[in-house]
């Protein structure tokens, strides 16, 4: 079985046991190994419709589907909650590797706010597949029109500034903070409206209910070219080719920040299944609908899969987990 330690951080993931499904690495009917996978593939993506793991899992699924990599094709489901914990802990109870998890940096950050029973430790990292930077936006006629006119409305008043994004705890939150603190005033106040999808925190911006937002460059892109919405900065440490945005350091703001997202397979798959699965997935990448994915998505290919992903993801725990201290939001 293979296992992994990530210390005191908890998560745990796990599959949809199917009865009779042939599991990767398993004797086929002809005899040796048979390929992955041998059976339709489930995507859970832990957050409601609408968010960055949703479109990735059903991107994945729609490119898989297209080139003909699983033959019984392929099913998202969305379990939505307290930044993925409520479907990693659905998830951490299932036992077969053709259901694997959509999810990334938000939920390391969201196993620790939530205090989840599901543990990292039993999970089995297969591939990052994607980065992705932050922006942030205000609606079109807000009187605040660059991030110096943000930081001044902070530091004049931090709670009257309410900030929309994903699950508490999750990568918009943290970049709300590392902006607090940046520009001088106690991250700990930050007045962070927590929504389970990319979907509802734009609903909200839109709405004009709160005075910004925060969110993944592509989720708030189609509504910023519309001109319903006006970007104030990304974090990226560059400008982004092909985005109208000026960096947070390029306004003078210390903070660059980067979202990735994962692949994960279940507690107690083989090292033999997970290099099965790892094989499919590097297939996915190399090809084609999935390099022009990327392209139309705006998203960064940081494929990393095997031992250099499960030390990723180590690293990323801890450097989570201190920022989340530093910023407040957990002790």
Wanted: with cysteine; net charge negative; charged share 15%.
């Amino acid at each position: 079985m293979r296992t992994r330690t990530l210390g005191a951080l908890g998560l745990a993931a796990a599959l949809l046991t199917a009865c009779g499904q042939q599991q990767p690495g398993s004797p086929a009917a002809g005899g040796g190994a048979a390929a992955f996978p041998t059976a339709s593939l489930q995507l859970i993506a832990p957050a409601a419709p609408g968010g960055g793991w949703d479109s990735t899992a059903r991107t994945l699924q729609s490119v898989i589907e297209d080139e003909g990599l699983a033959p019984e094709g392929v099913e998202v489901v969305n379990i939505a909650g307290a930044g993925g914990t409520i479907g990693l802990s659905q998830f951490a109870g299932e036992t077969d590797p053709h259901t694997l998890m959509v999810t990334g940096a938000t939920l390391v950050g969201a196993v620790e706010t939530n205090d989840s029973p599901a543990s990292l430790d039993e999970v089995v990292p297969i591939a990052r597949i994607t980065e992705e930077h932050h922006v942030i936006v205000v609606p079109a006629d807000s009187p605040l029109q660059d991030m110096t006119d943000l930081a001044d409305a902070m530091k004049a008043d931090l709670g009257a500034v309410s900030i929309a994004g994903g699950s508490a705890g999750g990568t918009d939150q943290i970049t709300a903070g590392l902006i607090a603190q940046a520009v001088g005033v106690d991250p700990k106040g930050v007045n962070y409206v927590a929504f389970s999808g990319g979907g509802e925190s734009l609903a909200a911006i839109l709405g004009g209910q709160v005075t910004a937002a925060i969110s993944n460059v592509q989720e708030y892109a189609g509504q910023i070219e519309a001109g319903e919405l006006r970007a104030l900065g990304v974090t990226s440490p560059e400008p982004i080719e092909g985005f109208d945005a000026p960096t947070l350091t390029e306004q003078g703001i210390d903070v660059t920040f980067a979202n990735w997202r994962c692949i994960l397979a279940p507690p107690g798959t083989t090292d033999e299944q997970a290099e099965q699965i790892t094989a499919f997935l590097d297939e996915v990448h190399s090809g084609a609908g999935w390099q022009q994915a990327l392209e139309e998505n705006g998203w960064t290919d940081a494929y990393q899969s095997g031992a250099e992903f499960d030390s990723f993801l180590d690293e990323q725990v801890i450097e989570i987990r201190d920022t989340l201290t530093q910023i407040g939001l957990v002790q």
